[in-house]
C-alpha cells in the first residue's frame, strides 16, 4: 500500500470506531453478513450481504449505511473510490463533519483523481437524495426496483 493509501486507511481506522460510538444516534442493524445472504435474490439485503462476502467485510455496528451505498450506488472499495463516493454523497445533500474531516485530507492526497471527485460530486447532485433512507426498512426491497426510482434507468459511468 502507498504511503497515501496507509495515512488515509491509518486515519479512518482509528477514527471510525469514535465516530460510531459518539456522533450515530441510531441503533445498530444487529444484523449478520449470513442473515443478509438469506434475502431473496435480487434484493438489497441479498445483494449487501454478497457485496460483503465478495470484499471479505463484516457489517459494522452504526455504520451500516456505508456499505449499502456502495450496493446502491456502486461505488468499488479501492481509496479513490471511497473518496469519490463521499463526493457522490456530499452532493446529494449528507453533511457532517467526519466527511469533511475525511474529505480535506483525502482531497489533497490524491489529487490525481480530481476530475473524478467532481463528477462523483456532480452525479450525486443530479440523483433525488436518497443518504438519509432507513435503509434497514428497505432490505427486502429489490435492489434494481432502488437504482430504478434514483437514477431513472440512466446509471452513468462516472469513472474516466
Known amino acids: 500500500m502507498k504511503i497515501r493509501e496507509t495515512i488515509l486507511v491509518s486515519l479512518y481506522d482509528k477514527s471510525k470506531t469514535l465516530y460510531a460510538r459518539y456522533f450515530k444516534s441510531q441503533d445498530a442493524w444487529n444484523i449478520t ?16 450481504g454478497e457485496f460483503l ?8 455496528d452504526k455504520l451500516e449505511s456505508h456499505d449499502v451505498f456502495h450496493t446502491i450506488i456502486g461505488f468499488d472499495t479501492k481509496i479513490e473510490d471511497e473518496i469519490a463516493m463521499q463526493y457522490f454523497l456530499l452532493g446529494n445533500g449528507k453533511r457532517s463533519l467526519y466527511m469533511f474531516m475525511v474529505l480535506l485530507p483525502a482531497t489533497f492526497l490524491f489529487p490525481e483523481h480530481w476530475n473524478y471527485f467532481k463528477k462523483s460530486y456532480q452525479f ?9 433512507w432507513d435503509f434497514l426498512s428497505l432490505l427486502d426491497k429489490s435492489l434494481q ?16
Open 33 to 48: 453478513k449470513s442473515t443478509l445472504l438469506c434475502y431473496p435474490d435480487g434484493t438489497l439485503g441479498k445483494m449487501l
Open 53 to 60: 462476502l465478495k470484499n471479505n467485510f463484516e457489517m459494522e
Open 124 to 132: 450525486g447532485k443530479e440523483t433525488p437524495p436518497f443518504y438519509h
Open 145 to 160: 426496483d432502488i437504482k430504478q426510482i434514483l437514477f431513472n434507468n440512466n446509471l452513468k459511468t462516472i469513472k474516466s
